[in-house]
């Protein structure tokens, strides 16, 4: 089983953290696609948290289901008005079963790079694959690695920097991995959390999905289907089950 990060320090604390996923700008645009792909009316979350998306997705008619890691993000989620509707299976989205099929399976906020190995990430695609209804959509949103934006020789880059949070990357080119590290200035006190990440390309992420018998249908820099390009820092893809 993977670590778990995301304990009670940081359930309690995940929408003050990280405000700025939670803004209707950045929610509404990525519910709406989803919606739109969840045509069956079913959905299942990978790495679901404390339901930022889940719960407006299931407000919309569709029935989440969550996979999730960590008990206490679990919890945090379980204790918000609508969440009776979502079931939550704890465990590990590589490897974890759910009852059922599913029309859309999605893994937002760069989770697939929590998985920190090639096996581990080949294996979520098998598992959603396994969890598809024929025609069913599998949805990544993840980082574009930014090895382009890194100085030669550097091994370190600020992914954000405001007066109340300072976040880096720590990049192991070797290892195709990388440890996210964040300090926040809350209270006058600082709080810091780091985690380790497996980084991955596009076309990684597509040979994978064709391991599992997905193909490619759509991928865009952002949820209101904005162009892909070589400029892109992240990118929203789509695969697809045959049959349907
Ligand atoms: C960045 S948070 C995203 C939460 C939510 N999807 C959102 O958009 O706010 C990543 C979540 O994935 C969970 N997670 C990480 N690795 C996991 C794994 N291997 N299996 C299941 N859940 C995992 C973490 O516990 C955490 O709740």
Redesign the pocket.
């Known amino acids: 089983m993977?670590e778990?990060?995301?304990d009670e320090r940081i359930a309690a604390t995940y929408e003050t953290k990280w405000p700025e996923?939670f803004e209707p700008a950045v929610v509404d645009p990525a519910v709406s696609f989803l919606a739109e792909l969840a045509r069956s009316g079913t959905a299942l979350?990978?790495?679901?948290?404390?339901g930022?998306?889940a719960l407006p997705l299931s407000r919309r008619g569709i029935r989440v289901h969550g996979?999730?890691?960590?008990p206490a993000?679990a919890e945090h989620l379980q204790a918000k008005p609508g969440a009776d509707s979502i079931g939550v299976t704890i465990?590990?989205?590589?490897t974890?079963t759910v009852s059922g099929t599913f029309g859309l399976a999605y893994l937002?906020?760069?989770?697939i790079m929590?998985?920190t190995t090639q096996g581990g990430q080949v294996d979520c695609f098998r598992n959603v694959a396994a969890h598809l209804d024929p025609g069913g959509y599998f949805v990544i949103e993840v980082i574009v690695p930014a090895l382009q934006r890194l100085p030669p020789g550097e091994t370190v880059r600020a992914f954000t920097v405001t007066p109340r949070h300072l976040g880096f990357d720590e990049y192991d080119i070797a290892a195709q991995r990388l440890t996210s590290h964040h300090f926040w200035v809350v209270n006058g006190e600082l709080e810091t959390f780091s985690a380790p990440f497996r980084y991955v390309w596009p076309a990684e992420l597509d040979l994978m999905a064709q391991l599992a018998g997905l193909t490619l249908r759509e991928r865009w820099s952002g949820w209101d289907r904005e162009p892909f390009t070589s400029d892109s820092t992240s990118h929203i893809s789509v695969w697809q089950k045959s049959g349907g």
């Open positions: 993977p778990n990060y995301f996923i979350e990978l790495g679901i948290g404390t930022r998306l996979i999730e890691l960590s993000m465990g590990d989205f590589a974890a937002v906020r760069n989770t929590n998985l």
